[in-house]
């Protein structure tokens, strides 16, 4: 806890960010990508694991169709006209700004298996495939900040 005498300089910064990547709409992928590119760029160690509906940012053939939610309030038409507009990368271009970034880009081995997607099937060859014990670890680090996105 923070008290008047504790200085910015005495406050232990956390240097890991964990992300559970767990929704497979554009609207709930934009923020997995920028929390984990901006704390890359900030020197952070992160880790991206993609499991349930996340997988499919990671799966061949449904990156290319993602769409929106029903609470975005926008269709996925309008959502991606307005990221162009703004001048924002497509999620694709994200997921490659991550890993060469040097972001973990993980899928949760658990989800492949219940989905049968194989390790061919994913966007990323370089993409690691881990478990939860895996994530847990991650998780457990004292120096980790973790989000479930």
Not at 22 to 37: E, H, N, Q, R, V
Not at 78 to 103: C, F, N, S
Request: hydrophobic share 45%; proline share 3%.
């Amino acid at each position: 806890m923070m008290t008047m005498e504790t200085t910015r300089s005495e406050v232990r910064k956390k240097n890991k960010l964990v992300l559970v990547v767990s929704k497979g709409t554009l609207d709930g992928a934009y923020p997995a990508f920028i929390l984990a590119t901006t704390a890359a760029a900030q020197g952070m160690d992160v880790y991206m694991y993609f499991t349930f509906g996340g997988m499919k940012l990671l799966t061949k053939g449904q990156l290319e169709n993602l769409s929106t939610s029903k609470d975005l309030g926008l269709t996925t038409e309008q959502l991606k006209e307005l990221v162009a507009r703004g001048g924002m990368p497509t999620i694709d271009q994200m997921l490659k700004m991550a890993a060469e970034a040097g972001v973990h880009i993980n899928a949760c081995s658990p989800t492949m298996k219940l989905f049968g997607t194989t390790k061919e099937n994913l966007v990323l060859p370089e993409a690691d495939v881990v478990g939860a014990s895996t994530f847990l670890e991650w998780a457990s680090d004292p120096d980790a900040i973790t989000l479930f996105i």
